[in-house]
């Protein structure tokens, strides 16, 4: 069967997924863990199964070429900073805040194509660039916080979930040339590699750092062991929609994740301004569209 008739249910379940590592993730937080150990014991869980799809596929990791490792060595690297980033911010924002910042990727997707590859983007990708940032100005019309989160917290959450994105923009284009050049599995193992050697000489770095850094508690095995297991599967649903699509336009389909994320931070963990953060997901939705249309 051709993977692209499949496009639909991978896409589907690759929005159910996000949303449900995001709420693993926002419920370790409230607990108190640090977001440093959560993505090193993440990443540990991760590796034997990333061996595994690499041993899967020895074959091709054997015929590939240096272009593909460095792309997706260089891929794993900086999606580690960028998931560093964004779990500090889901400690500062509120769930249904969070999901709906990713609406911007196209746009950063955007910027970064007239940056290195001297892409112009057409007038009706500039009215969605315009029609997103309005739908982000919505979103932030209300100062409530979730009682989780603090107003104070809430703007430095905002920016480090925006420079995750943009780290995460950045290698999505390395992680989709690594996939285009190889297979999923080998892929994934090597992303996989490379990301938990990133965030494990980021740790040593930080246990060098202030004492007070390793305040936090470490994560529960059994969520962290959950979250990895959806977050691989995540990732591979999302490597496998790299390989069928425009890598704006997989942005784009990512975007239905955003209301569930809404909904579900509106159930389980009370947060404000329900109808307004659900209106601005419909005003980013608009965007996204016209960008993944004619962008």
Known sequence: MNPGHLLPWILAGRVVLSVGASVIQKQ???QGTDPGGFWRRNYLWMVPAGLVGMFLDWD?????QPRFWWNAVVAGAIDAAGNLLMLSALRRTDLSVFGPLTAFRPVLALMFGWLFLRESPSATGLVGVAVTASGGALLFSDNRSGPTVSNGSRAVGII??????SLSTLAAVFLKTAVQSG?????????????????HLAGIVRIQGPPEAAASSEPPIGSS?????????MQWLTLLVFRESLLAYSFAFFQAGM????????????????????????VLGIGTLLIAWKG
Not at 225 to 233: D, K, P, Q, S
Not at 259 to 282: K, M, N, S, T
Request: a positive charge.
């Open 28 to 30: 370790a937080l409230v």
């Open 60 to 64: 091709s990791v054997v015929a590939s």
């Open 160 to 165: 480090l979930r925006l420079a995750g994105l």
């Open 183 to 199: 297979t999923p599995g080998m892929t994934l193992g090597v992303w996989i590699a490379s990301g938990s050697l990133a965030v």
């Open 225 to 233: 062991g959950t979250h990895a297991a959806v977050f691989f599967l």
């Open 259 to 282: 209301v569930l994320q809404v909904v579900v931070g509106r159930i389980l963990f009370d947060e404000p301004a329900f109808g307004r953060r659900l209106a601005g997901c419909g």
